[in-house]
């Protein structure tokens, strides 16, 4: 069933269309990303979900609840920031109970209802803190439990882990997800990052030009991209147009070809199989830890490779020929307009 | 890189010391030597008099009244603009801060012959509000009146002051309050105004040092007819009768300590808040 549901939402500045007619359902307990490239309209969406910022049209209905006039308060939204935006003058507890304050809880109530999401974000000995004693990390996992402390029904994180060192992003990746799946909470999380995307999405929009491009699982959108854009925005697919993909396959060809370099297996086509084999050099060759990262030419095509490696074994030398076998069906096909 | 600077780095710094010698450490020398002579002599004197003469205690009572109060006007609108201002398109901030630019520079014989126009005796304003019955009579040479100019100049500078600290509040902040029910207002007293404590501390004590030490405005506006320190100052400096230049230069000493007494408070104060 739809839980969220946001119904032709469009939003301009002057002649600057930022969101044109945007529709989308949000199923409870999902995971939903928002990505695209910055300017595509991504955080504006969020935005307007969360009351900061009014479209010009459409309806969202939270819960079955319309609630694109409310005010954000009372849209019982809670919102993780990039920049964290703690209170700084605020200690830990102070910032979570802020928000519980307004609500008029007993103190003892409040106290344990922070105890316990302290606990979800394993900050219990961070209480008492102020936000400039916090790492960055820490920062956002208290932004989180502010969020979270009011049982939100939705949870909105504008690009959370980007202000982060790839190191902790990586692992506080890890903990949002382990954290949503644990909360079961509805969540909307906008980013640029394709892994992020890919790796805590339940599923995934695209978004390009104020528009939603393409929404569908992580796999879906990886291996089935709908359109150009999100082919070349997603992964680092060979995007072979028919002419080019025909010429390397020696065979006519009518629709643009999305291969990723690890569909094509080095050797030969086992006997009788309905495999393309292509001879191919190597042009370039990158060793990246499990990985082996080629270029290689056919038929005058530039094209990327990668295979797994292993550890008693030689990778391909620059210059090398080798077979390369195809599965097509392993391949996505667009039409060329 | 080392942090302590070479002997030829520091001699870099010479030219600022020597000016800062020239400007403040002579004349303020000058000042309080002199103010430790009176009729040839060296005594303590001057200051005798300052403390024992009604006089000259009401002058520094009349200044520390129209300063303290003009100060908490100039904050507290100070502050209420400024905020405001937050939630407005750059250009109506930027004629607000042109204003406030002007406000804050049009002190002296333009800001005084504006207020006599204006709530003089035969002043626009007085005669309208006397014609609607509003007011019996007002005076505008007076202690209140200087209140009222004071107040012009010193809610523009608070304007002016406080804009720039604002904007180290970020936006997110305000959204993530609004997010979690927290309004506006509660905003600002539990997170907007602690955050910009110290600095709010610091212009409330140059407000304060600025409407002390102010002669112009004071001088076009009531003449020598209401008691202020600086009025006294400049009397005993070029006074034809009353001269007395040492005891002019007790008095300036006497204003500074009064003047530390807020900058030193305010400073403990925040001593105790490191945060």
């Not at chain 1, 892994?195 to 992580?218: F, H, K, P």
């Not at chain 2, 303590?44 to 003469?53: P, Q, R, V």
């Not at chain 2, 398109?89 to 204006?118: C, D, E, W």
Request: net charge neutral.
């Amino acid at each position: 069933m739809t839980y969220l549901d946001l119904s032709a939402i469009g939003l301009r500045y002057g002649d600057n269309v930022i969101l044109d007619g945007i529709d989308l359902s949000v199923e409870q307990g999902e995971m939903h990303v928002l990505l695209g490239p910055s300017g595509c309209g991504k955080t504006t969406l969020l935005r307007s979900i969360a009351g900061l910022v009014q479209p010009d049209r459409g309806a969202i209905h939270l819960a079955g609840r319309a609630i694109e006039m409310l005010h954000p308060k009372d849209r019982g939204i809670g919102m993780v920031f990039q920049h964290y935006a703690l209170f700084p003058n605020m200690t830990v507890r102070q910032n979570l109970a802020f928000g519980l304050e307004q609500r008029r809880l007993v103190r003892k109530v409040i106290d344990e209802k922070i105890d316990a999401v302290l606990e979800i974000v394993s900050l219990q000995n961070k209480a008492d803190a102020r936000p400039r004693q916090l790492s960055g990390g820490q920062k956002q996992r208290v932004a989180l439990a502010r969020a979270l402390v009011l049982e939100p029904s939705l949870l909105l994180l504008d690009e959370p882990l980007s202000a982060l060192d790839a190191q902790i992003r990586k692992r506080l990746r890890d903990e949002l997800k382990r954290i949503q799946r644990r909360t079961g909470l509805t969540s909307i999380l906008v980013t640029h990052d394709q892994d992020e995307a890919l790796s805590l999405g339940d599923r995934i929009s695209v978004m390009n030009n104020g528009r939603i491009t393409q929404t569908a699982s992580g796999p879906e959108i990886f291996y089935r991209p709908a359109d150009l854009f999100v082919a070349k925005f997603i992964g680092n697919a060979n995007i072979l147009t028919a002419a080019e993909f025909s010429r390397l396959i020696g065979r006519d060809f009518d629709q643009t070809a999305i291969i990723h370099p690890h569909v094509f297996k080095i050797g030969k086509a086992s006997e009788g199989s309905n495999l393309f084999e292509v001879a191919a050099t190597v042009v370039e060759t990158v060793a990246a830890g499990n990985v082996v990262r080629y270029v290689m030419q056919a038929n005058g095509i530039m094209f990327n490779v990668e295979a797994q490696s292993a550890m008693n074994e030689e990778c391909l030398a620059a210059g090398t020929g080798t077979t390369l076998s195809i599965n097509p069906s392993n391949g996505h096909f667009l039409k060329e307009n | 890189m080392s942090h302590h600077a070479s002997p030829a780095m520091k001699l870099l710094a010479a030219p600022f010391l020597l000016m800062l010698a020239a400007l403040v450490v002579w004349p303020l020398a000058t000042v309080l030597i002199d103010s430790f002579s009176k009729g040839g002599v060296w005594s303590l004197g001057n200051y005798a008099e300052i403390l024992t003469s009604a006089y000259y205690g009401q002058s520094f009572v009349n200044s520390l009244l129209i300063s303290a109060v003009t100060t908490a006007i100039g904050v507290l609108f100070g502050f209420l603009i400024a905020v405001s201002l937050r939630y407005r398109s750059g250009g109506t901030r930027r004629i607000a801060m042109a204003l406030a630019n002007i406000g804050a520079n049009l002190a002296g014989v333009p800001l005084a012959m504006a207020l006599i126009f204006l709530l003089g005796l035969n002043g626009t304003l007085t005669i309208v509000l006397k014609a609607s019955g509003l007011i019996g009579s007002f005076n505008v040479y007076s202690l209140t009146g200087l209140i009222i100019a004071y107040c012009y100049f010193q809610i523009a500078l608070a304007v002016l002051l406080i804009i720039p600290v604002l904007d180290g509040i970020e936006t997110e902040l305000e959204e993530a309050a609004s997010l979690i029910g927290v309004g506006t207002t509660r905003f600002w007293l539990r997170v907007g105004l602690p955050v910009v404590g110290r600095q709010m501390v610091a212009i409330t004590t140059l407000l304060f040092a600025n409407a002390m030490g102010t002669y112009a405005t004071t001088l076009a506006l009531t003449g020598t007819s209401v008691n202020v320190i600086t009025i006294r100052i400049s009397e005993l400096v070029s006074g034809d009768v009353f001269s007395d230049p040492n005891l002019a230069n007790a008095i300036a000493i006497a204003l500074f300590l009064v003047l530390l007494v807020p900058i030193v408070v305010s400073q403990l104060l925040l001593k105790g808040d490191k945060r």
